[in-house]
């Protein structure tokens, strides 16, 4: 059912005229990122996505995963579909070429990414973990292990995991007490981790653990933490697969969606594993790979609500039935005005949504790369505000729309082989994982906003309010300039509000944080849109040969202005509320 | 998990302070319905409900359900639990005496039914289609029919159920092609119809279905339905039940959620069956079924919400993870700013939802009863009204409480044997059955808002209005009445929107429906609260003895008008957009 040919132009649109390809053109190491490139790798991921990696969604599903002699089984139909993907050369797309990747700027990593995440999210997730997991041991490991393990790693042969968990802690990584015993050039690590997706599989001859444990006598809490590279299999001499490490999967969880993802119980008993980072310091080398797994989740969002989306509008353009005001016969439920309102508020989302997520990954090549260190610390604190802002408010909303989704089917939509509810129960997880929309709410406030004194939100909203100017010549984007005018002020008075009164309780950035957050997500998604609307009235102006794109362009921008950006000051009055309400409850009363 | 002790207090306080179960007292019929009635009802069937029920509702979504020889077979606990609630006379509880019925009030039918449907959505379906098809066979069945069936019926011993769908008609009831053919006294019934819900089982001696089937020569169109009454075993001349009808299960469904209801495909094969009411008039026979069943999904909404926050508080008080400012060690969730925020949500809208939709069901028993025409009319009018919000909105808000039972548990709300999922996977199915969200708006829109050319809203805005100014004395209530105010002042806006522009173009009523829907159970929602708030403040100065209860009930008034009333004001703003954004954008641009 999935067709990455649909929203190509969208994915396209997005890459060159918001998140600026041209500019990153600009940096070293990505002259070659040209539109044609941008183009043919669309085309070809979204070939690979809609005819190989899509038709395993519902089978994946179906099968799940399971434990069996010491090793987790994926649905078979996985295995073939990671090896086209591993052959095609889509696993190093953005890793460094000095380990073998093809150094492609993240802003057409994530587009590749949106694709594979829509055409089965559950599979997608292997790649996903093992890019984090490059990502960290690129920037934090020695140069012999990088030399062991990234070749393979960023070629896709072998894959990776991300290793935090434990049952006591949950999200409290403070709580950890797997333990790391040194021996030699190495060390033993021993105990048990929960939730680890992909954990174990038999798709590639090995996989590569990244594992948080504690030193000897290291400091209670986070400050004690250590970051370790476990394989599944020691290495020989010559660098392949040998021996079976003292690492192993002991269960898989039964979960309401990602049925093919194996989200595993591992048991660690005297595994050998090397350092990776500084002793002590293994938590600054996580969060190198959960940022970028917060991105790729926020976008995970975007990917499950637009193959919900593209389910619900064929289902909707196919289903006769009723007649509609205006339309003589029976008509197709697209023409009935609520299920048009549904259909639009799925398209207007994804495309706010996509492009929030785009522009920020491409101000992480940015930042990465561009010469001028001070350009490179401003788009670093862009990327920072915006990463729990694209993750917490993309996978919240993923849910909303993916719900919708089902409800455009009907009774249909409830029932499984219709494969709209494998959408709404696979989307469940995202607000979940990578740090649930609370803790990306806390870090917004706390991290993000109140550490720096709201310098990287007033430079946001410096920018926000560029956009008005530029909207205030076109009386034809007038309702578009009323609503982004009215989500700039929410955000004002929000940053206004925090920064007087996040001291009032203990309780009150806490209590504010969700509030921020949705706040955010739907100001700067509507000031994408906007962005995308005078993008669209000057194409129009040039003569573009596609006016009826355009056209819906303006048409998007304006339906999302009157119809969600409202919302931007609903979630202004609950924060203003503060925690008084909410802290004056005893807990005996809820 | 479920424990109906914890809300028995706000139940009570709603029948009591809310819905007024004294005005119900002075009705004739209803003299005997006293608190202390009341309280021991409940009491019961907490305990009916918790201890026997509630424990079935796991164990039935593994097992779901299976067709075997003919015959569907359902969960083998459901039956025993359907047996007890069947010796305690629970299936007749609001019925009429004259057919063996206890004739309670409707009010004290819905609280309980809320702990049936709590306890295990999927099996509730069964007494409550029982319930409505007792309803439409009183209200339009010949004295022989009911005479036959009805006294079974109301005690439970047969169940009823609700035949409309075909494959190819969904909610579009005019398509309907099953056929009736005279045969003597009876007809014989051929068709099938899809998404029969509890349309076969084992668990009683007799099945009775309602079924809508077109007669020779009918209109074209819903003028030309009628309703008969098909039984699954033809009665005996002794009225037990003998040969096999030719009505038969041909399959279930597999579903998202309510795994142990079964959702059958029906075949009629010249299946015998008896005219419920006139010819061609049995869509009106219906609508006394559906409008019935309409309050009872609405207060599913209510329930499974109940349920879930039931098990998501219980978690967040065990669960301890992670420090929280100003509380010293490691803190249970319940204590995380943006947790409780959760779980106050849940609760502030539960309580409001529940209000709602019991005043609703204490206004249908003074519509039915009360001895002044008027006063009858009167009450009608509001119930009409309140119906579609009760239905649409507390399902919508279900499925929102439900998810975010889910997020309290984090990766565990994933698992499914937490219990959390479950939840979430059977409310999804409340915005689609008995009329979609969509359905319920336009209900709400154009047969009782529009048609009446808004009378009945009025009386309700008067209402509304009233009960602002019975807060205004209390200087400690100004944040409700604020928000109360800003509530009315959006309803009266949507209302004169409406009157205004209803006619502007054909799909103009259909996009402001659902809007106005939210807009209306937002308001009415905050409404009861705000009458609870009152409440509380007249009983804490008469100085009651459970004074904590009281000041809870105030908080979570001022909760809601803090977090939920600005949400008013956001549909109100995309109701007035109308529909020309819309309408504009091309079928082939979305």
Not at 397 to 415: A, N, P, R
Request: net charge negative; glycine share 10%; charged share 20%.
């Amino acid at each position: 059912m999935a067709d990455y040919r649909a929203p190509l132009k969208d994915m396209q649109f997005a890459i060159r005229e918001l998140a600026g390809l041209d500019r990153l053109r600009a940096l070293p190491g990505l002259e070659d990122a040209t539109d044609d490139l941008a183009e043919a790798i669309l085309e070809q991921a979204s070939a690979l996505a809609t005819g190989v990696i899509a038709p395993t969604n519902a089978v994946g599903d179906e099968q799940g995963t399971r434990v069996e002699n010491g090793e987790v089984v994926v649905p078979a139909a996985f295995a073939d579909a990671y090896r086209q993907y591993v052959d095609g050369g889509w696993a190093g797309v953005t890793a460094p070429p000095e380990h073998g990747g093809q150094g492609l700027p993240f802003l057409l990593g994530v587009a590749v990414e949106e694709m594979w995440c829509a055409a089965n999210l559950a599979w997608s997730l292997c790649p996903l973990l093992t890019e984090g997991a490059v990502r960290a041991i690129e920037a934090h490991a020695s140069p012999e292990l990088k030399d062991r393990y990234l070749p393979k790693m960023v070629a896709g042969e072998w894959t990776g995991t991300m290793n935090l968990t434990e049952p006591q802690a949950g999200s409290d990584l403070a709580a950890i007490r797997t333990t790391a015993e040194p021996e030699g050039d190495h060390y033993r690590i021993s105990g048990q981790k929960i939730y680890i997706t992909w954990g174990d599989h038999g798709m590639t001859p090995n996989v590569i653990h990244l594992v948080l444990a504690r030193l000897p006598g290291a400091p209670e809490g986070v400050r004690g933490i250590s970051l370790f590279l476990v394989p599944k299999f020691l290495l020989d001499a010559d660098g392949s697969p040998g021996e079976r490490n003292g690492v192993r999967p002991v269960s898989v969880e039964h979960k309401l969606g990602i049925h093919g993802s194996p989200t595993c119980v591992m048991a660690f008993e005297r595994a050998v594993g090397w350092l990776v980072g500084q002793p002590n310091a293994g938590l600054a080398a996580m969060f190198t790979m959960m940022n970028h797994a917060r991105l790729g989740v926020g976008l995970e969002g975007v990917a499950i609500a637009e193959r919900a989306y593209q389910q619900a509008r064929a289902y909707a353009r196919d289903r006769v039935q009723g007649t509609v005001p205006g339309h003589p016969g029976r008509a197709a439920i697209i023409k009935h005005a609520d299920v048009r309102r549904m259909l639009f508020t799925m398209k207007a989302y994804i495309e706010a949504m996509r492009a929030n997520a785009y522009v920020t990954a491409a101000g992480l090549d940015l930042a990465q790369r561009h010469p001028d260190a001070a350009e490179r610390a401003r788009h670093q604190a862009r990327v920072d505000l915006m990463t729990p802002v694209v993750k917490g408010w993309s996978t919240e909303m993923g849910q909303v729309l993916t719900s919708l989704g089902v409800q455009v089917h009907g009774g249909m939509g409830y029932v499984e082989e219709t494969g709209a509810a494998q959408h709404f129960r696979d989307a469940r997880i995202t607000t979940i994982y990578e740090g649930t929309t609370g803790i990306q709410a806390n870090d917004l406030v706390g991290r993000k906003i109140l550490r720096d004194r709201g310098a990287a939100l007033a430079a946001l909203v410096t920018d926000l309010r560029a956009t008005e100017a530029e909207l205030a010549p076109h009386a034809e984007l007038a309702t578009i300039r009323t609503a982004h005018a009215d989500g700039c002020a929410a955000v004002e008075a929000a940053a206004r509000w925090l920064a007087a009164h996040a001291g009032d309780s203990p309780a009150t950035p806490g209590a504010a944080s969700y509030h921020m957050l949705m706040l955010l997500g739907i100001v700067t998604g509507g000031w994408q849109l906007a962005r995308s609307a005078v993008v669209a009235v000057r194409r129009l102006a040039e003569g573009a040969t596609d006016a009826d794109f355009y056209r819906a362009k303006i048409l998007t921008a304006a339906f999302y202005a009157e119809q969600v950006i409202p919302q931007a000051t609903a979630h202004l009055r609950a924060l203003e509320a503060g925690a008084d309400t909410l802290s004056a409850l005893p807990d005996e009363q809820f």
